[in-house]
């Protein structure tokens, strides 16, 4: 059978970048199987400080060619250059967070019973395949795999065919750091195959980043084969703005929220809501924030705002605001596609939304901010639980009291408090409802891809727990 190709187009332009090669089963199989060896031969017996030992090295790889790399993100995704650039420069901050504390997170925990001595160990599981989404090209893949790998495991990646040449450079960062053949690679190939790889008796763990109907089908296949898996499928984050908030800064720091990735974020402010007692001065700060903003050439440096990263995400993001107009929703700004052949939109804001327009129930990948009017703040959490999603929340207040107890009422992984939704490596990131299963990053993260194994020795007088790994 003949192979079948593919090629990138940059949604700058329109302009064809690379064709590419699908690969077989056969081909996949053979990825997979390696990593097998060099987990069962070699990386597995590792303790955490060897492992650990080549993040470092990693972090320098990534620094040396970070202009490359973040070009490449640009001409294959459409990110804005400077926010490419901050993306590779975060991944290899994680690898030396992860440098610095896997021994510590992944030491034993001492348990008191009836032996001896009864601890508990953190072990990997195997080969652990990752599918990666477009919207982070580097930053999602790395995010998975350094804990993942650190951890014991080793590591097969079948990433998004938008951005290829972001999937072959991930995997030449970690041989120019010097890992071993094996521990980590990447596999360009169909959907379909990458379905019977999450099936291969390879295969001990599956991590997904993705849509909602993509993570049901790979946790249902991922989990009819017995395999553990962490799904983390996107949001309709709340950026919730209360009468006693700094308008102004919420505004400002709002428009940055909606807009990083030219919206194209699960952890974007996707939906604002706002009292009434303030309203007016968010919305007033909000616009001009969202005027600000350059909508333009990816590559320049004062871009704030780069194309979609497909014609479909255009069109998906197109019917999205028709509909909201069509059901009563006020186009403030914006609201239409902008340039000749490249996939962009302008930055649009839309007010007088309801509950049940699908830009307030749909996840919106792209420029567009939904602005809703709350009576008061126990309307605003209301609403801002009112969704199928649950990953990151934004709340505005000056009142610490009322921060500490709103929090623990927002029903989302990740709440912050006068600041936009950001992924750190000492932090856990993860969601609930269908904003997916399972944390990444920090020791939370780490802990998703082992065996956590119960060891309690007797009959044995002196025995001590292990020192750190």
Known sequence: MPRAYFETVNPATGAKIAKYGLASIDEATKKLRRAKTAYEKLWGKLSVRERAGYLPKLATS??????????????????????????????????????????????????????????????????????????????????FAIPAIVAGNTSVLRHSNVCPGSSLAVERAFEEAGFPEGVFSSVITSHEIAAKMIGSSYVQGVSFTGSVEAGRSIGEMAAKNLKKFVL???????????????????????????????????????????????????????????????????MDPKTDVGPLAT?????????????????????????????????????????????????????????????????????????????????????????????RNLASRIESGIVFINDLVKSDPRMPFGGIKNSGIGRELSKYGLREFVNVKSVNIFGIEGVAASPPL
Request: glycine fraction near 10%; hydrophobic fraction near 40%.
């Open 62 to 143: 990534l620094r040396s060619r970070k202009r490359e790399y973040a070009e490449l993100i640009t001409t294959e995704m459409g990110k804005p250059i400077s926010q490419s650039l901050a993306e590779v420069e975060k991944s290899a901050w994680t690898a030396e967070v992860y440098a610095e504390n896997a021994a510590r997170w992944l030491g034993e925990e001492l348990a008191s019973t009836d032996a001896k001595l009864s601890y508990v160990a953190f072990e990997p599981l195997g080969v652990v395949l990752s599918v990666m989404p477009w919207n982070f090209p580097f930053w999602q893949v790395f995010r």
């Open 311 to 403: 014609s479909g995400q255009l069109k998906a993001l197109d019917l999205q605001v028709r509909e909201a107009v069509r059901g009563g929703a006020h186009l403030s700004m914006g609201g239409r596609r902008k340039g000749g052949r490249g996939a962009f939109y302008e930055p649009t804001v839309l007010d007088r939304v309801k509950r049940g327009m699908k830009v307030m129930s749909e996840e919106v990948f792209g420029p567009v901010a939904p602005i809703y009017v709350a009576k008061d703040e126990e309307e605003a959490i209301e609403v801002a639980n009112d969704s199928e999603f649950g990953l990151g929340s934004s709340l505005w207040t000056s009142s610490g009291d009322k921060a």
């Open 232 to 298: 983390e499928l996107g949001g309709s984050d709340p950026y919730i703005v209360l009468d006693d908030a700094d308008a102004e800064k919420a505004a400002t720091v709002g428009a940055s929220a909606r807009l990083i990735c030219s919206g194209q974020s699960c952890i974007a402010a996707k939906r604002f809501i706002v009292t009434k007692g303030v309203a007016k001065r968010f919305f007033d700060a909000f616009i001009k924030e969202f005027e600000k903003k350059k909508l333009g050439d990816p």
